[in-house]
């Protein structure tokens, strides 16, 4: 990280869940500080990728799914061990919902394999 000239992730102020984690582990990783001049943010609701097809930045950091949204940009790898940080989704039915069989329908269709292929298809690792 400190030999990039330049790394793009989304502006922790923003919220986004991508950007508060990897400024949060740039903290941990005792290097928030040197990074800080090399740090590159892309515009709000923009996404980091771009930033390396314009030459703003060197690498980009940011969700699969976010990164694989901007066309010609390639995926090297991921966050190494204990670094990289999973998001996972989970679906459910509230007890008493007046449409429970119409929700576990939905759940079901999204655990499809049909479903399963679409999530691939945009980043998404289904289980």
Known sequence: MLKAK???YSEPSAGG???VYFAKLL???GIAEQMKPKTKYPPAGGFS???LL???AELAVQQKP???HVSG???VGFLPGDLNLVTEFAAAVMTGSENAETSKALIA???SPGAAAVFRSKGLDPR
Do not use: F, K, P, Y
């Open 6 to 8: 330049s790394v793009a």
């Open 17 to 19: 869940a991508s950007g």
């Open 27 to 29: 903290e941990r990783m």
């Open 49 to 51: 990728a771009e930033l």
């Open 54 to 56: 314009t030459g703003a």
């Open 66 to 68: 976010e990164l694989l």
């Open 73 to 75: 940009v390639e995926i």
């Open 109 to 111: 269709s999204l655990r």
